[in-house]
């Protein structure tokens, strides 16, 4: 079993930035990796993805402003995130997928408010 756990989140005003980290209990080498993120009454939203060789991918929605990366000697997976908008406001989770199973995190929340 892997366990994912986030950390970074808070309350951030309008413009503002925030890092999330993603902390796997096995190693990540070689392992695609992704946030998605959940708010109130919305369905869960993918917002980045890294996979295993370092390619990276973004819906419009937060391409130029979101950036993943990962660090496999740390088993931590990244999220920065700059010009945050108050429609960025959700749990954010980090997922992980290790031989076709897909692993989930508990999440870290994100406000984005003035």
């Known amino acids: 079993q892997v366990q994912l756990v986030e950390s970074g989140g808070g309350l951030v005003q309008p413009g503002g930035s925030l890092r999330l980290s993603c902390v796997a209990s096995?190693?990540?080498?070689?392992?695609?990796m992704g946030w998605y993120r959940h708010a109130p009454g919305n369905r869960r939203e993918w917002v980045a993805g890294?996979?295993?060789?370092?390619?990276?991918n973004y819906p419009d929605s937060v391409k130029g402003r979101f950036t993943i990366s990962r660090d496999n000697a740390k088993n931590t997976v990244y999220l920065q995130m700059n010009s945050l908008k108050p429609e960025d406001t959700a749990v954010y989770s980090c997922?992980?997928?290790?031989?076709?199973?897909?692993?989930w995190g508990r999440g870290t929340q994100v406000a984005v408010s003035s």
């Open positions: 890294i996979t295993g060789g370092g390619s990276t």
């Open positions: 096995s190693s990540i080498f070689n392992v695609d």
């Open positions: 997922s992980a997928t290790y031989h076709g199973v897909l692993f």
